[in-house]
DNA sequence: CTGAAAGCGCTAACAG
DNA sequence: CTGTTAGCGCTTTCAG
């Protein structure tokens, strides 16, 4: 069994609250006093027991996170940021993986709610994501900070990328390297696949460059979707010479299906993922992409979480929207560009 | 507030005993008392306090995953194999990120351990690992698994891949390759970076192929360092035609030094690394690697760490080692061989 | 079958 | 400055 307080008092002849008070640094304790309890709790090893703690304070400096993927490098650098934000203010993190499943998001939802945590970060796999926010957040008294998947309500915490400047970025992008027969391989159904189509679109729309149906098609979320979906834009009568994929994993599917048709990239097909995954700088063709600054979304959930953890009254919700950025490589630059 | 088995009890005029009872499913309950707890219970969306019931049982239900770098897509692929499998047992996971430094390390290991976790598992990140465990490891009843680094004592429980088999299979895959002057650009002085160096030391020795020790060289965990390792290999008077990298990272950086010297891979040099990183299928040189089977050692910890959070006496320690698994690409694929 | 009593280890509020 | 009293929400033990 682990040294309890109750063990440091009855050996200093002192009492628990003493104790105490001396562990958490209250001025009314003698300095005398203070200083032969610390030694002791030092000679023992005392660890407190947040257990118990928690039940008392109603605070457990846990910060839940659940997302649909850890394997995803985006999620992974989060969930990065997120931590080394948080460390210093004593929080530690329960993880919790939705698998892109929306039951199974609930009951991870209720399981880590159940835990009292004092935060929670989400980044929603839910299906019918217009309809709103998880039913059991909307009754929680817990602050809870969503990402990624923007919501269709207004009146909650959530940081990520805006996906529609997003998709004009990149399109835009392919326009200045002379493209002028864009395709997008589009993303699923929810709130990022939407509105990065959005923002490719207006961008075209924008610069007068005439939208055809048959240049956007789905893709997936993987290498495998984009490959056929690069094959099927490369079977059209007139192929693109600019494709904007919905995310890195899609764009590099796309690749392969380009250089196994024996085109060239980006002289034939100038290529734009989206993402910047980690490894992106060594695929096949270097690839161009979009930075969604995931490093910075953690931080900035964090950062916003912390607020409202402190605060008494919760303070009005915020939505951050950070600011996508091109990173231009290979697969998009051509030679008449620096 | 959130509701606690005290209303449903003051609701249903019986005693908060036999609630508490009926939600965990006790016998001696009658059928119809039961039923009536379990209905209000759903109506009023009763959750049980985790903090409550853990303070009471001694049981949390949290495991600490301590790692050092969660981008790190070997550890995340660990952290999802060990969440996967503890789900089902109602296990969550606290994660927490050493940062590749020992003293970080130490601070999370013993935030962790006051949480009370019911197990924990640890990629330790410990400099002078040929020492021991952590000391706080040694004098815990917490059940624990270390996972990738071995240490240097055996009456612990440890799950990670045999790093001197992989390090053999690699130096004999590229010999089967015909490579007859084979380097190695070596890790860290760290568990795996030792045992891969002595792995690829005895594949030469056993095959009477010459060691030099101009072959070895220094290449750190990144990229960057490859890229250095390998200039400085290709600038010997006798350049090796086979390089096995401590990982893939580095063989990325590796190739992207081989191609830039002009000559070809596999043809003058051919590349292996180890760790089947995400991309490297689609990596400029598709690389072959050595598959440490990641989400396999966390399943094999989880498994463990269930067994003996399950057991009253602790289990003897296991000790598992995941048999590396070669997966050739074109990075060390040449034409005599099929 | 049901419930009263005691306690898990700690803290908040107040009294000496 | 120090200590007492009363919980936090739940479970364990044992008596009805």
């Given at each position: 069994m682990a040294v309890r307080m109750k063990d440091i008092a009855d050996d200093l002849g002192v009492s628990l609250m003493t104790v105490s008070k001396a562990l958490r640094g209250?001025?009314?304790?003698?300095d005398d006093t203070r200083q032969r309890i610390l030694r002791r709790a030092r000679e023992l090893k005392y660890q407190p027991n947040w257990i118990a703690r928690s039940l008392a304070t109603?605070?457990?400096f846990i910060v839940g996170l659940v997302i649909p993927?850890?394997?995803h490098s985006f999620f992974a650098e989060v969930a990065n940021g997120l931590t080394k934000e948080l460390a210093p203010f004593g929080y530690q993190i329960v993880l919790a993986n939705s698998d892109e499943n929306a039951e199974t998001e609930q009951r991870e939802l209720d399981l880590v709610l159940a835990r009292n945590v004092d935060g929670l970060v989400l980044a929603s796999a839910q299906h019918d994501w217009r309809r709103g926010i998880p039913r059991c957040l909307k009754?929680?008294?817990t602050p809870f900070v969503l990402i990624d998947?923007?919501?269709?309500?207004?009146?909650v915490n959530y940081v990520g990328t805006c996906d529609e400047d997003l998709g004009t970025l990149a399109t835009e992008h392919l326009m200045s390297q002379g493209c002028t027969r864009i395709a997008h391989i589009r993303g699923p159904d929810n709130p990022n696949g939407v509105r990065r189509l959005q923002g490719f679109q207006s961008a075209l729309k924008k610069h007068g460059l005439k939208t055809s149906s048959q240049y956007v098609v789905e893709g997936g979320t993987k290498d495998g979707g984009g490959y056929r979906a690069m094959q099927e834009l490369l079977a059209l009568n007139v192929p693109p010479d600019g494709v904007f994929c919905y995310n890195d994993p899609v764009a590099a599917g796309a690749i392969k299906a380009v250089l196994e048709s024996g085109r060239s990239i980006p002289g034939d097909i100038a290529i734009i993922g989206a993402g910047?995954?980690?490894y992106s700088d060594l695929l096949r063709v270097p690839l161009s992409t979009i930075d969604q600054g995931a490093a910075q979304i953690g931080e900035t959930a964090a950062r916003i979480l912390v607020e409202c953890m402190g605060a008494k009254t919760p303070p009005p919700p915020k939505c951050v929207l950070i600011p996508p950025r091109l990173v231009v490589r290979d697969s998009s630059r051509r030679d008449h560009e620096v």
């Open positions: 209250h001025i009314d304790i003698s109603r605070r457990t993927d850890l394997m009754n929680t008294s998947r923007m919501p269709a309500v207004t009146n910047n995954v980690h």
